[in-house]
């Protein structure tokens, strides 16, 4: 093991350059011993060069064998009880260093974790949870309580304060994001905590550099309390003191692992309260809860299969199986034709099984069993899973070309009347198609489910514009979903103000549709309107914008939000870190003139094909008397590339 320090002033440099392993060892053990005592400069460098080589080494067992949790705890112990002392030089940087020391020795290794306890870092890390300092130690003590709470071993130690701290968690958690704007991203960087600035940009950043940092760190933090919440659900503990309506209703909205994959988000802890009874029973009963749950069901987000999971646990659960059935049953008919989602195969034959549990009581004697929207979607899935295959079964080749050719002419049909701006006639003539259709022609359904939500889009349906795109979506896979499918569901979400779910299927469009053109960069270039969407949505979605509300906002002409906190990254020029994350596989936005006009706004590139027929469309559209639909049509024309039907 070697010091990181590239200083002098480190007490561990010259104890770690002794050749001699013994005498090393006995030196370091009293460096530790003594460490809470030094009243001069060379606590911090030394606590820096520690953090180090616990971050590159959370494993290597001389360190904690020689005492450093115990010298860790009487440095908290001091931080938190002697403010005179904490005052002092640099002395306000030892907690920070201190507790990042303890959770990442206390990382992997369970023996660790025990010593840590042995050693008292318990308490004061409670203390540092509490806000005895600032936002900034709560934290790193979140982190290490968190990584302390995951092992068997030390739980019965941390379950000795367990009410206090999941209400503390669950306060972190809720607000961490209001306090890190109020206290730093929305002060001028003089007004700044000096300390502060230093730890996220170790001297070396700008404003721009401390500002990503922070929001950074408020995601950390965010994910560092549910993931500690989640060390108490997985051992059933505290579930009805975790299940408030609004901290319920806060979780769908804590993303997670967007710069770390594997780190924790708020479906993650709905998923684990899923596997209690105490957790379905809490769930189930906040409707907004498990819409939140079923949008998320039917979107691009990473955590999709998680949320699905969780409305299958809540229905085979006998005591919340009609409550949740009555809610979800519409969002979940979308997805029985799923095949493979996250390594998963059969998903909407799993979806499909636990829906129709109940199909008997609603066709033979219950008829109020579930609500009509409900009981409609279950007979929905029931014709299609059950009834439609039995038709398909006794098919012949012939009768099957002849569906297949009458469909086409329905779709084409459909395609008409949707270009003379007959919309509702279109929608019609789509659904006919879909309904002679046999199952396995699986492109020509993708395509009529794909037409009739752009119908829907125009006369602004957004719900029904959703579930035909998951459909289609369902249809296609994963490995290569259907493009403009995706492009009409974040117009929908859009219009729906679902924001994130906007914004993942607008980020999946345009890395699919940079797929499908291949190596032709003029194809791959991004199309204004989704570089429009894109900017919009990530507006929305910037991590501080709730906590921005409450300042004096500029609303742009195309409807993103511009608040006085975000302009102060760097003049209003700076992306935050999702953003960066979100952004990392986009393909590049084009040569230098079309960047010009890009960026003022006027670029809309067409096809060819639709050059000829969108202004035949929008001359059609003028002579007509109903407004509404002239409208939504011209709306949705200035943000298409082109209404391409194959």
Not at 157 to 176: F, G, N, P, Q, R
Request: glycine fraction near 6%; aromatic fraction near 8%; charged fraction near 30%.
């Amino acid at each position: 093991m070697k010091c990181t320090s590239t200083g002098r002033s480190c007490l561990l440099c010259s104890t770690m350059e002794d050749k001699d392993p013994s005498l090393r060892k006995i030196l370091i053990a009293q460096r530790f011993k003594d460490l809470h005592l030094i009243e001069d400069m060379e606590i911090v460098p030394t606590l820096r060069c520690l953090w180090n080589i616990a971050l590159a080494q959370p494993d290597d067992p001389e360190f904690p064998s020689l005492g450093v949790f115990n010298c860790m705890a009487k440095l908290l112990s001091r931080c938190t009880r002697d403010q005179k002392w904490l005052s002092r030089g640099k002395n306000v940087y030892v907690p920070y260093y201190a507790a990042h020391v303890i959770g990442s020795y206390t990382m992997n290794k369970a023996r660790f974790s025990v010593l840590a306890v042995k050693s008292g870092v318990i308490s004061p890390l409670i203390e540092l949870l509490r806000g005895k300092i600032t936002w900034v130690e709560q934290r790193v003590a979140v982190r290490a309580l968190g990584h302390i709470a995951r092992h068997r071993r030390t739980f019965e130690d941390i379950k000795v304060h367990e009410v206090e701290i999941i209400k503390l968690t669950m306060d972190i958690a809720s607000k961490c994001i209001y306090t890190i704007c109020s206290e730093f991203v929305g002060k001028k960087s003089e007004d700044r905590v000096e300390y502060h600035c230093y730890l996220m940009t170790k001297g070396l950043g700008e404003l721009e550099m401390e500002n990503k940092k922070a929001e950074s760190w408020a995601c950390q933090m965010q994910c560092w309390s549910l993931y500690l919440l989640n060390c108490f659900v997985r051992k059933k503990r505290s579930i009805n003191l975790i299940c408030k309506e609004e901290f319920l209703k806060n979780l769908c909205d804590i993303w997670g692992g967007l710069q770390n994959q594997t780190s924790f988000s708020g479906i993650g802890l709905i998923r684990s309260l899923c596997d209690s009874e105490d957790g379905r029973k809490n769930i189930a009963q906040f409707k907004e809860v498990v819409v939140n749950i079923c949008n998320l069901s039917r979107s691009s987000d990473e955590w999709q299969y998680m949320a699905i999971e969780s409305l299958l646990s809540l229905l085979k659960d006998p005591k919340t199986r009609n409550t949740v059935t009555n809610i979800a049953a519409p969002f979940l008919a979308d997805l029985v034709e799923l095949r493979t989602i996250k390594g998963r195969r059969k998903v909407g034959d799993m979806i499909t099984q636990v829906l129709l549990q109940d199909y008997a009581k609603i066709k033979y004697g219950f008829p109020g069993f579930y609500e009509e929207e409900s009981q409609k979607a279950i007979e929905e899935i029931w014709d299609l899973k059950v009834e439609k295959r039995k038709r398909d079964k006794i098919m012949s080749e012939r009768e099957v070309k002849e569906m297949e050719l009458l469909g086409s002419i329905l779709k084409h049909e459909g395609n008409k009347k949707f270009w003379s701006t007959e919309i509702e006639a279109a929608v019609k003539e789509y659904t006919k198609a879909l309904d002679l259709c046999p199952l396995k022609l699986r492109k020509e359904r993708i395509v009529l489910y794909s037409n009739r939500a752009q119908c829907n889009l125009v006369l602004g349906e957004a719900d029904l514009a959703i579930s035909d795109t998951t459909r289609a979506l369902c249809l296609s896979g994963e490995i290569r979903p259907h493009v403009k499918s995706l492009w009409r569901r974040s117009q929908a979400y859009d219009m729906k103000g679902l924001a994130r779910l906007s914004l993942m299927d607008c980020l999946m469009f345009i890395n699919e549709r940079s797929k499908l053109y291949g190596n032709r960069s003029s194809r791959r270039k991004i199309p204004y309107y989704a570089m429009r969407m894109l900017n919009k949505q990530m507006t929305a979605t910037w991590t501080f914008a709730g906590a921005a509300k409450s300042k004096a906002d500029d609303i742009d002409d195309d409807g993103t939000r511009t608040s006085r906190v975000q302009h102060g990254f760097a003049g209003g020029k700076t992306k935050g870190t999702i953003e960066e994350a979100l952004l990392k596989s986009m393909p590049t936005k084009g040569k230098d003139k079309e960047q010009r006009l890009w960026k003022k706004g006027s670029i809309w590139r067409t096809s060819r094909r639709s050059k000829g027929v969108t202004e035949p469309l929008l001359k059609s559209i003028k002579g007509r008397k109903n407004v509404k639909i002239q409208e939504k049509c011209d709306s949705m024309v200035k943000d298409l590339e082109t209404f391409k039907f194959i």
